[in-house]
């Protein structure tokens, strides 16, 4: 059952600034000859001044601050479309962080000076967890 409910609403579309990069074809060009002028013209950049986004954005992270998970349900909501049920992490997402933190830790103590990749640790600890998975299943 997901905690998440998705909620269509229509959206105004971003403010763009009439240019869409769809594909640029620099084949044949040095790095020395790919100048600002020349790239200027082909590469769109959006028309957004920094300090305006970050005013826009001030009061949001205020009121986040000051109301806590409710505001960031609120926030959700009005960006995203999600109606979040809570902010609560399942037990599984922590659960899995904390393994894939264990097998690093024993990927770097382990082997001595050398480090083991934290992909064979997770193997080494997942497969025989899957396995017994596995076997439960098919009883």
Do not use: N, W
């Amino acid at each position: 059952m997901s905690t998440m409910r998705t909620r269509r609403r229509l959206r105004r579309p971003a403010p763009y600034t009439g240019r869409v990069l769809s594909r640029i074809d620099l084949r044949g060009s040095s790095a020395a000859q790919l100048t600002r002028e020349k790239l200027a013209p082909v590469l769109p950049r959006a028309e957004l001044d920094v300090e305006a986004a970050i005013e826009k954005v001030r009061p949001i992270c205020a009121d986040v601050r000051q109301r806590g998970a409710a505001a960031v349900r609120e926030y959700t909501l009005r960006f995203d479309g999600v109606d979040l049920a809570t902010t609560r992490v399942p037990a599984a997402a922590l659960a899995g962080g904390t393994l894939l933190c264990l097998a690093d830790l024993i990927g770097r103590t382990v082997a001595g000076p050398r480090e083991l990749p934290v992909g064979a640790v997770m193997a080494l600890i997942g497969a025989p967890v899957f396995i017994v998975l596995l076997r439960r299943q098919t009883r």
